[in-house]
């Protein structure tokens, strides 16, 4: 029988353990409270007070297994997490620094994809907070989630979207009084970005305020700068993209009070269904001569995906026998058989949840062919698949 009391000390013993340096001691108490707590909710999964303390177990392995250089552990406990903590129905704040902590491991762990859309979903649960009013409920919490959403995407997803993100939040950490790491980063990559994509003006504005709060802050390393604006005109350039159009409408200017500091905010979500179809060919014919402009397009459109998808969507959802072949082979042309880690692990993941939903929506047997490709690479990559 599945001992609560049990769980509980060793949860307790495995923070002790870990706090004294015991990686290895903690780890396997760790191990054995969680083996408790599965049994307890395989048996009771409506006991509220075993998935709470399941939640805090898993987040204390995770802050273990990060703190040992251990980042696929790290990524392990915070999905576990994810997935234990979501029946909950935890408040807006709390349930975005969970989705944060998941997203900031992912990126650890080279789990881009996962990050990314983590980090967003984490702010469109705050989308109801007045980013303009220090006063207002939430402001505080809104802030530190763009803070680290921004160091997220700075690292997972468009360089725009992280000065976006990252420029916002400055703005209202110093609104709020606040002086810690968060506006230090958040100062730091506006700087670089803003400098790197020759934004002079605001690139100082950043350098000036991260000189005057945090004189003794080292300047950000180079950012990436293959954003989906440039990614998407040098597509057209080489006269694989046409739409100029659809560029400008899913790329607002980032140095603007208006810019995108979120996926879903880049656009009218309707829009990612005729971002799909346009992007695929692109994605297609660029995958082998230009993987990096291939990766950013396929990526940002399949975040708007997801969060067009999350937000119910209505083309999305009712066309979607339409709509996933065509996202499916968008993220194909991304899948190399020869690589192997992290990012074909996350990308084996997206292409599962899709091929099961046409599975469900029964798609045309002309797509059988895509799918079944589809489900040998899921096959050699998904999570524990033998090298």
Known sequence: MPNRRFARRTHRDAVRLAAAGDAAGAQAAFAAAAAEYRDRLDRHPGDRGAREDFADLLAARAGAHAAAGDAAGAFAAEAERHRVAGPLGAPAPARARQRLDFAEAAVRAGRLLTAAVQADAALHGLEDTDPTDPAAPGFADLAAALARAARVFGRA????????????????????????????DSLRLAAALHAASGRGAHARGAKDLLGKHFPDAAPAPAPNLVTLRGALQAAAGMGAFADAALVRRLCPDPAGRGAPPTVSARCDLGLAAVALHAAEPAVEALARTSPGLAWRIATEVHYLLVAADRQGERNLHVNFRDHGPVWVAMLMALADEGQRGPLMTDLAGALAGLCERMHTRHAAPEHEPLVRSAQRFIAAHRDGAAP
Do not use: C, I, W
């Open 157 to 184: 997803a468009d360089p725009d979207l992280a000065v976006g993100a990252a420029d916002q939040a400055a703005r209202m950490l110093l609104a709020s009084g606040r002086r810690d790491e968060l506006l230090r």
